[in-house]
C-alpha cells in the first residue's frame, strides 16, 4: 500500500508498507533523501535531534511509477530515483545519469530487537568520517565502529573504538561514481561494521532506521550538503586561530605569567594560554582557588595587555557540597540526572563525589550558560569544556581515581513531554554541554563571538564548539595518526579540530616535538598541551634548535592567518573542511584515495609532514597539475611521485598552480597589528580566491561589515596576470600596501610589485 501524506515533520512524504514495516521516504530536496522505518508509529521529532525539520529544505515534485517487481518514486528536476522492492522493502538509489548507488544488501530492519541497515559496496569504493576514529588509515574499509561516546581507559591507539565522540556520518567515493554521504538520525548506541568484503552494515541498540542520504556528486557537495542538514560551524574570534600554550596545569597564577612572559620574549607567537584544573577551589567548577589565583581578573587584564586571552577548563562534574552554591542551586531545582529509583546520581570525578547535570533540558543549559557569568566576569575569554562523554571514575581522584566507566544508561532524562533515558542521550551529553556553553557566552557577551572548546559531542557538534580528539600520547604512532583522524572528522561535518601538539600523555622528544609542531600548524584549532608529571612541553623545553623550528612554523601560521581566516570563513558559510584529504580535491585519482599522510589546508596548500622518526626525506604523491614548492619555488608537474628533503626543521609544503595565497606580516598575536602590508604570494596557473575580511571579533559581518577581495590569476600568452579587487563589501581595512609577489621562474628570486589598497580594481602583468 501507498500512501502519500505530511511526514511526522511535516513535510510531504510516501509511505509503504513493506514486510519489515512501513516505510516513510521524504525528499527534502531533489538530491538529499530521507528513508525512515518504525517497527510501530514513528516517533515524533525530538527537540535535542540534530537536523532541521524536513519541511525547511525547499522539498521537490516526484513522480511514482509502479510495476510489480519495483516501486520508483523519481524526484523532478533530474534529482534522485528511490527504488523499492516492496517484497522486501529493499531499497536503491539512481542519480540523473543513471548511476546506482547506495543499495541495500538486505531488508532494513526496525523493530523491537533493535535496527540494522546493510548497504551493498561496490569494489572500487571508498570510506571515509565515521567522526572520531583511531589507527593511521584514512579509508575505513575493513574497520568495527562503535558510536558511544567514551573516554578510552587506555591509550587510544589504533584499534581503540570507541572514542570521545559519536558521529554516525560517512562519506562513499569511488572513482568515477557519484560520491554520496548517509547520516544516522539515531543517538542510541550503535556502530558501523565494514569487515565484510562487499557490505556496509549499521546497527542501532533501539529507536528508529532513520537515515539522510546526501547526494554529491562530489565529496565537496555532499560535505555542504551535509552542513545544510547537520548545521554550520559559527564563524569564531579570529585570536581563537592564533596558538593555544596550554598544559595540566599552569598554577599558580605567577606560572601562568611566567609562561606569558617566556613566549613574548622568545618571540614565540601565541594568543591563547589555558587555565586546566587546578585554577577551581577543590575542583568545584566555576569557582577559583584563592590561594593560587588571588586576583583572576588581574591576571586576566595584565595579560591582556600583552596580547594573551585565557581559556579556563570547565567539567560537568558538580561537587557534591552543602556549602557549595553551584551544588545548591542545581539540586534546589532538580537539574541532575537522578537514576531509575529517583535518587540523585553521584559518581567520582576530579572532585571525588559528584552529581551530573541533565543538558537535555533548556533550562539546564540555561542554567549552566549563565553560570560562566563567573569566568566571563573575571576576563576570561573561553571555556574549554572536558570529561563530557561522561566519563567517571570507579574510585574517588583523591585516591587514586581507578577505571573509568558513565552513567547508568537507565537514568530517566529529558524535558517532560520528552522523558527518556540515559540511553538515547548519552550520546549527546557532550552535545549539550557545548550548546550551553555557546549559547550562555552568547548571552553574557552579545558583542562577542564565543570560542569553547569541547571533548565529547554527537553529530552537529560544530554548531557549537570547537573540539580536540582527547588525550593522545607523545609517540610518533599518535603524530601520524592526527592527520587522518582531523580530515576525516573535517569529513564528518566538523571543522574547527586539532589535537594535542606533542602530545598529552608521556614524554615527547625533541625530534617528536619538532616534527609534531611542523604537522600542529595545519590544524584548525592548534594548541600544545601536555599531561601533569610528564615532561614540560614548551617549545623551549627541547633545546634552541627545537626552539627555532617552533618559532619559524609558529612565524608560518600566523603569517598565513588571512588565507586560514578566508578557509574559516568558508567553513563557516558552506561546511567545507578546513584541512582536507587530497580525495576532497582529487575524487577521481585512486592513488589519493589511502593517502593519510598528505594533507590539502584548503583549495591551495598541501604539505606532507614528516610523522615518522629519523627520516631526512619522504616521497610525496603530486595529483595532476602543477605544483610549486612552497620553500624553494621550484616548479614541480604532478601526477608524479617526488622524494621530498626533509631535514629536521623542514615541512614539505606545496602550493597549487594559480594560487593566490594571502599572507600577513609576522606578529606575536593575531590583533597585534594591522595587516600590512599585504603579501599576495602567487603562483603561475590559472586560479580564483575569494579573500575575506572582517573585525574579527563582533557579529557586525552579519550585517554586512566585511569584505572580499576576489583575487584572480590566469596565464595570457607569455605573461601571467594577476588580478586583486575591487573590494566589495562595507568593511574597511586598515590602510596598507599590497605586495604581490610572483614565483616560479625557476632560479630567479620572486618578482614583486607593490601599490597602496585603495580598494580599487588593479590588474598586474609579469612576464614569464
Ligand atoms: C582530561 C583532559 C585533559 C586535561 C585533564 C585534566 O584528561 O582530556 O586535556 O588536561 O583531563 O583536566
Known amino acids: 500500500m501507498i500512501t502519500q501524506k505530511l511526514s511526522p515533520d511535516g513535510a510531504p512524504a510516501i509511505y509503504v508498507d513493506t514486510p519489515p514495516g512501513q516505510l516513510c521516504l521524504t525528499f527534502l530536496q531533489p538530491d538529499i533523501v530521507r528513508v525512515r522505518l518504525a517497527g510501530g508509529n514513528f516517533s515524533p521529532r525530538r527537540s535535542w535531534a540534530v537536523p532541521p525539520p524536513d519541511h525547511a529544505f525547499s522539498g521537490t515534485d516526484w513522480e511514482v511509477f509502479s510495476d510489480p517487481s519495483t516501486l520508483r518514486v523519481a524526484a523532478a528536476s533530474g534529482g534522485l530515483t528511490a527504488n523499492l522492492d516492496p517484497a522486501t522493502g529493499r531499497l536503491s538509489f539512481t542519480d540523473g545519469q543513471k548511476r546506482n548507488f547506495c543499495s541495500d544488501a538486505e531488508p532494513p530492519k526496525a523493530d523491537s530487537s533493535g535496527v540494522q541497515c546493510v548497504k551493498e559496496v561496490a569494489d572500487s569504493e571508498h570510506f571515509y568520517g565515521f567522526g572520531e576514529r583511531t589507527g593511521i588509515q584514512l579509508e575505513r574499509s575493513g574497520r568495527w565502529m562503535h558510536n558511544w561516546t567514551t573516554d578510552p581507559a ?282 550551553a556553553s555557546y549559547e550562555g557566552l552568547l548571552k553574557l557577551r552579545p558583542e562577542d563571538r564565543p570560542f569553547n572548546l569541547c571533548r565529547s559531542g554527537f553529530a552537529g557538534i560544530q554548531r557549537w564548539t570547537a573540539s580536540w580528539m582527547g588525550d593522545n600520547a607523545s609517540s610518533w604512532e599518535h603524530l601520524e595518526m592526527s592527520l587522518p583522524q582531523l580530515m576525516n572528522m573535517g569529513l564528518s561535518g566538523t571543522p574547527f579540530v586539532g589535537v594535542d601538539i606533542g602530545g598529552f600523555t608521556d614524554h615527547a622528544t625533541p625530534e617528536l ?49 588571512p588565507y586560514l581566516y578566508t578557509l574559516f570563513y568558508q567553513a563557516h558559510t558552506t561546511g567545507q573542511p578546513i584541512l582536507r584529504p587530497l580525495l576532497y580535491h582529487f575524487p577521481d585519482d585512486p592513488a589519493v584515495f589511502h593517502l593519510h599522510d598528505q594533507a590539502m589546508l584548503g583549495p591551495s596548500l598541501m604539505a606532507a609532514p614528516i610523522v615518522q622518526p629519523g627520516r631526512h626525506a619522504r616521497s610525496v604523491y603530486l595529483p595532476a597539475g602543477v605544483w610549486y614548492d612552497y620553500w624553494t619555488s621550484e616548479r614541480l608537474e604532478g601526477a608524479s611521485t617526488i622524494l621530498a628533503p626533509a631535514p629536521l626543521d623542514h615541512l614539505p609544503l606545496y602550493v597549487r598552480a594559480g594560487a593566490a595565497l594571502p599572507l600577513g606580516p609576522l606578529m606575536a598575536y593575531t590583533d597585534e597589528k594591522p595587516l600590512d602590508p599585504l603579501t599576495l604570494e602567487v603562483y603561475p596557473g590559472n586560479g580564483q580566491f575569494d579573500f575575506y575580511e572582517d573585525d574579527g571579533h563582533s557579529f557586525a559581518y552579519q550585517d554586512g561589515e566585511f569584505t572580499v577581495t576576489q583575487l584572480a590569476v590566469s596565464l595570457e600568452g607569455g605573461r601571467l596576470v594577476v588580478s586583486v579587487g575591487p573590494r566589495q563589501g562595507r568593511y574597511q581595512p586598515d590602510p596598507r600596501r599590497i605586495i604581490v609577489r610572483v614565483h616560479g621562474g625557476g632560479s630567479q628570486p620572486p618578482v614583486e610589485e607593490t601599490f597602496e589598497d585603495t580598494g580599487a580594481f588593479r590588474r598586474l602583468y609579469f612576464d614569464l
Open 154 to 435: 587506555q591509550m587510544h591507539s589504533t584499534g581503540v573504538d570507541p572514542m570521545y565522540k559519536a558521529i554516525p556520518v560517512y562519506l562513499a567515493v569511488r572513482p568515477g561514481g557519484p560520491a554520496y554521504g548517509l547520516y544516522f538520525n539515531n543517538t542510541w548506541r550503535s556502530s558501523f561494521d565494514l569487515r565484510m568484503p562487499g557490505q556496509l552494515m549499521y546497527l542501532a541498540e533501539a529507536g528508529e532506521l532513520d537515515y539522510y542520504l546526501v547526494y554529491g556528486p562530489t565529496p565537496s557537495e555532499v560535505t555542504e550538503k551535509f552542513a545544510a542538514l547537520l548545521g554550520h560551524m559559527p564563524l569564531p574570534p579570529r585570536w581563537s586561530l592564533g596558538y593555544h600554550q596550554s598544559r595540566w596545569s599552569y598554577t599558580p597564577d605567577q606560572e601562568v605569567r611566567r609562561i606569558a612572559a617566556e613566549l613574548r620574549r622568545r618571540k614565540l607567537p601565541c594568543d591563547v594560554l589555558h587555565l586546566d584544573i587546578d585554577y577551581m577551589d577543590g575542583y568545584r567548577v566555576f569557582t577559583w582557588d584563592k590561594e593560587r589565583f588571588p586576583n583572576p581578573a588581574r591576571l586576566a587584564a595584565d595579560l591582556r595587555a600583552q596580547g594573551f586571552r585565557l581559556v579556563s577548563i570547565i567539567d560537568p562534574g558538580v561537587k557534591s557540597d552543602p556549602d557549595y552554591a553551584v551544588y545548591r542551586s542545581g539540586l534546589e531545582q532538580d537539574y541532575f540526572i537522578r537514576d531509575a529509583s529517583r535518587q540523585v546520581v553521584h559518581r567520582y570525578v576530579w572532585p571525588d563525589d559528584s552529581v551530573f547535570p541533565d543538558f537535555s533540558r533548556p533550562e539546564v543549559r540555561a542554567w549552566w550558560g549563565e553560570l560562566q557569568r563567573t569566568l566571563t566576569d573575571t576576563g576570561i575569554a573561553g571555556i574549554w569544556n572536558d570529561m563530557n562523554e561522561p566519563v567517571v571514575f570507579s574510585l574517588p581522584f583523591s585516591q587514586g581515581g581507578g577505571s573509568v566507566g558513565s552513567l547508568p544508561v537507565d537514568c530517566p532524562q529529558g524535558p517532560p513531554d520528552e522523558r527518556t533515558t540515559h540511553a538515547e542521550v548519552h550520546n549527546l551529553y557532550g552535545s549539550g554541554m557545548a550548546q
Open 513 to 561: 616535538f619538532a616534527r609534531w609542531i611542523e604537522a600542529g600548524i595545519l590544524y584548525p584549532f592548534c594548541r600544545g598541551h601536555s599531561a601533569i608529571g610528564t615532561i614540560q612541553q614548551q617549545p623551549w623545553d627541547f633545546g634552541e634548535q627545537v626552539e627555532a623550528i617552533a618559532r619559524k612554523y609558529l612565524e608560518l601560521r600566523y603569517r598565513l592567518l
